[in-house]
């Protein structure tokens, strides 16, 4: 019994901890949404599609769950190569790669 209250408590606590993580990461969607409409970005499904035919990308496997960095107007991507992951750093504005690691 305890341990199902400790249990029930704990997961409360979790959800009230993101809640305000899931609100921001909603208001950046939003922004970057009216950003891509205003042309002011690159949308993100062309600029992973732009990246993806560039080499050596196109030989790599595109993980997903690309990030936006609001302030510097970057995105970073996943890829896999081989064993490796490769990430890359995307201007959100041009759609040029800004840097990659490694």
């Known amino acids: ?12 606590f979790l959800l009230a901890a993101t809640a305000p ?16 409409a205003q042309g002011q970005v690159v949308p993100l499904g062309k600029l992973i ?4 035919n560039r080499s050596p990308y196109r030989d790599m496997t595109f993980l997903g769950g690309a990030q936006f960095d ?8 996943k890829f896999m190569d081989g064993s490796q992951v490769v ?5 959100a504005r041009t759609g040029r790669i800004v840097g990659r690691k490694p």
């Open 70 to 77: 609001q302030q510097r107007m970057v995105y970073t991507l």
């Open 49 to 52: 599609a732009d990246v993806r």
């Open 21 to 36: 993580a899931t609100a921001r990461g909603d208001r950046d969607q939003d922004h970057l949404r009216d950003a891509a």
């Open 1 to 12: 019994m305890f341990r199902t209250i400790t249990l029930s408590l704990a997961s409360a």
């Open 87 to 91: 990430v890359v750093y995307v201007d």
